[in-house]
Nanobody
Framework: QVQVVESGGGLVQAGDSLRLSCAVS????????MGWFRQELGKERDIVAA????????RYADSVKGRFAIFRDNAKNTVYLQMNTLKPEDTAVYYC???????????????????WGQGTQVTVSS
């Protein structure tokens, strides 16, 4: 069974940086497309960034392009989300997810994302 554990969330001020980590165990990490999603209170969960198996392809939501960076360390079975120049609208619960179905870097359908972490709260104050 694949397990996904996020860490690194917290309370920061606007303009600050934060790095989220996601450790994956129980599977062949290098074979997984990985993604970060976020869900604001009362809204749908949306993809923030995704990265291909080898790390050579990345995709970002328009709202985070130029500020966030996704990268992975296959030797450590870990994917990261570096978040810079944070804004209050980035406040959300951030989830790490594993795509075991295909090579797509899109957020939908959710059924492509087989495993999810428990989420980590990121709060950005103005």
């Amino acid at each position: 069974q694949v397990q996904v554990v996020e860490s690194g969330g917290g309370l920061v001020q606007a303009g600050d940086s934060l790095r989220l980590s996601c450790a994956v165990s129980g599977g062949t990490f290098v074979s997984f497309v990985m993604g970060w999603f976020r869900q604001e209170l009362g809204k749908e969960r949306d993809i923030v960034a995704a990265i291909s198996r080898g790390g050579g392809m990345k995709r970002y939501a328009d709202s985070v392009k130029g500020r966030f960076a996704i990268f992975r360390d296959n030797a450590k079975n870990t994917v990261y989300l570096q978040m810079n120049t944070l804004k209050p609208e980035d406040t959300a619960v951030y989830y790490c997810a594993v795509n075991t179905k295909n090579d797509y870097l899109t957020g939908r359908p959710f059924s492509d994302w087989s495993y999810w972490g428990q989420g980590t709260q990121v709060t950005v104050s103005s």
